[in-house]
């Protein structure tokens, strides 16, 4: 019987070990120094030499001639090694030799000193597959193993093996060999063979082999069974049942050109020619590896490719964003994950390129999230309409400004004397005599600039009291603190505004504050009567007095109280506090309240005008969202 081509072409010394050079060098080093260890571990992927170093360094350590390292496979030793005549060089598989008994067994004979050799060597293959029992039972003559015992381990997931038992041994990483490697080694077995090999057949061989020289072996042994005169990649391919990288660079072209008709109908030829849908899937992730070092590697990565091959991969790529090649990859790992636990193999494949076809940039993904948020927030403004009318009155009044309803309806009354201070609630002490004639409206100085080094605080405003003799003007008082009152309403969030200054008269009597409004600012009137109490609280807070707010409601005056505040006509001159009289006549405290509310009661056509039109339903209209108006 002709052995196999793996087995007949197995290292014999450390010099034929291919893409394992510096675990070779460590281990002929140990053999020329006599710097042995008593247990080791071989870890790697499959057909990466584990086993085959193993038994050679088993030889090696024997050999009465040895040569650099290496044994001469001549000697009686290794002879009898080789033919597996001794017993000193055991090989044991811990797939079925994994239990405690086993170990038991294994302890009971390694303390007897070898018959024939200098060192009684125990390869244990596939280690990881002892139970935890026999690793304990192992773990003993490990810790304290006599002169001429050694353990070789080998193992393809070092990770199972117990701590206790990896701190106690000399590890080695065995890496995956690369492919320029594997296909030199198969140039030089179909040279040895006879067999005639085109460099792109051995190429196909080599990545299909993925690491493994032993696998690439077998594959070769497979293609040689066909009898070609002259194995090409088409051969290599139809007996693999792979599609080769000219199917799956035409596969890749479609789909990154996102021709969804053209990638299916190739994906259905494919597997109609018989081609396994899990190894098209393993086959393209090894495709898009490469897409992935060409577009991020460039051109000083060197590639086991070929070079008219790197440069069709680079035009290909050229305009695809990275971020497309990794969601691809993502797809692939996720199919050949679900392609293992599933039956449909071909359905998930013809699934798998259409996403890839259909493919969602992240900035698409992006805008959309965006649209999805707006949306949101325009339902959740639904859902509160106050709310929104809110916000689109303060976007209004950032935008226009205050309305000018104000100054119009109520202008501030130029005196001919000179200004007074601006009173405080410490600044100016209450005479004993109010004056009974309609109190004069002062206006506030423009206090004169300060240096910036010394910052002085601005004073607490004081709402006017109606019983006071400096009393003001309510509406007065209102005109010079607007700005202030409504940074302060609206960081209470309390009320837009827009709100604040649609009233149409304030009337002040005691320790309470009277708001009404004309029959056109219904509106505005309905929404600050249900926040009476807020307004009181923030009113009070920002004068320092206990207030409270009524909202549409008219001051019921007494006979000690002041008439309904107005704005007074300007006077001549404004009598000195200190030189008040006591009385005056009855006469003349009826006539000035009188003339006050005629100034006010006539206005202008244009004030009248602005009353009127200045945010009306119109205006309101416009900046209401609409579809909040088309909702209702």
Not at 36 to 51: N, V
Not at 414 to 419: G, N, R, S
């Amino acid at each position: 019987m002709q052995k196999a081509l793996y087995r007949a072409y197995r290292p014999q010394t450390f010099d034929e070990v291919v893409g394992q050079d510096a675990i070779v060098t460590a281990l002929k080093n140990q053999i020329m120094t006599g710097q042995i260890g008593h247990a080791y571990l071989f870890a790697g992927t499959r057909g990466t030499g584990k086993t085959s170093c193993a038994k050679i360094f088993a030889r090696a350590v024997n050999c009465l001639d040895s040569h650099d390292g290496n044994p001469c496979n001549a000697c009686a030793h290794c002879r009898a090694i080789l033919d597996e005549t001794t017993m000193d060089v055991v090989e044991m598989d811990a797939a079925s030799n994994r239990g405690i008994d086993d170990i038991r067994e294994l302890r009971e004979t390694v303390i007897y000193p070898p018959a024939q050799v200098r060192y009684k060597v125990y390869i244990i293959d596939e280690a990881h597959m002892i139970t935890k029992e026999a690793f304990n039972a192992l773990l003993k003559i490990m810790e304290e193993p006599p002169s001429h015992l050694i353990f070789i381990l080998a193992t393809t997931e070092p990770e199972r093996i117990p701590a206790t038992i990896l701190s106690r041994v000399q590890r080695y990483e065995f890496k995956r060999i690369e492919p320029e490697v594997i296909a030199k080694r198969l140039a030089m077995v179909a040279e040895e063979q006879q067999l005639r090999i085109t460099p792109e057949a051995l190429q196909a061989l080599a990545l299909a082999a993925n690491g493994a020289l032993r696998d690439a072996l077998s594959l070769l042994d497979q293609v040689m069974a066909m009898g070609e005169t002259t194995i090409t990649e088409e051969v290599v391919d139809r007996v693999l049942g792979t599609a080769g990288w000219v199917s799956l660079e035409e596969l890749t072209r479609d789909v990154l050109a996102d021709r969804l008709t053209a990638a299916m109908a190739y994906a259905h030829h494919l597997l109609e020619e018989g081609k396994e849908a899990g190894t098209l899937i393993s086959e393209w992730m090894q495709y898009f590896q490469q897409l992935l070092l060409v577009k991020g590697g460039g051109a000083s990565l060197a590639l086991p490719i070929a070079k008219a091959e790197r440069e069709a991969m680079e035009a290909m790529v050229a305009d695809v964003a990275l971020s497309r090649l990794l969601d691809s990859i993502d797809v692939l790992v996720e199919t050949d994950v679900l392609l293992r636990k599933s039956d449909a193999a071909e359905t998930l494949f013809l699934a798998t390129v259409a996403r890839l076809v259909d493919y969602t940039s992240p900035k698409r993904l992006e805008s959309r999230l965006a649209a999805v948020e707006a949306k949101l927030q325009m339902v959740e403004r639904w859902q509160s309409p106050e709310k929104a009318v809110q916000e689109a009155i303060d976007k209004k009044w950032l935008a226009a400004g205050p309305p000018a309803a104000i100054a119009t309806r109520a202008p501030a009354p130029q005196p001919e004397t000179a200004p007074q201070p601006k009173h405080a609630p410490t600044a100016a002490p209450k005479p004993k005599h109010a004056p009974t004639a309609a109190p004069k409206l002062q206006p506030t100085p423009t206090p004169a600039p300060q240096s910036a080094s010394t910052p002085q605080p601005a004073p607490t405003p004081a709402m006017p009291s109606s019983g006071s003799a400096s009393a003001i003007d309510p509406l007065a008082w209102y005109r010079d603190h607007a700005s202030e009152w409504r940074k302060f309403v609206v960081g209470k969030k309390i009320v837009a505004p827009f709100f604040l200054d649609r009233f149409d008269k304030i009337e002040v009597s005691c320790s309470e504050v009277f708001v009404t409004f004309a029959p056109e600012n219904a509106m505005q009137e309905g929404v600050l009567k249900g926040k009476e109490k807020e307004l009181s609280e923030a009113l009070s807070e920002f004068t320092g007095k206990p207030w409270k707010v009524h909202i549409g409601e008219v001051a019921h005056t007494t006979p000690n109280s002041a008439a309904p505040a107005k704005v007074a006509p300007p006077a001549t001159a404004a009598p000195s506090p200190e030189k008040v009289p006591e009385k005056v006549p009855e006469k003349a405290q009826t006539k000035a309240p009188e003339k006050a509310a005629e100034s006010v009661a006539q206005p202008s056509p244009a004030q009248e005008k602005a009353k009127t039109e200045d945010w009306t339903w119109q205006e309101l209209q416009r900046v209401i969202p609409p579809e909040l108006l088309e909702k209702k």
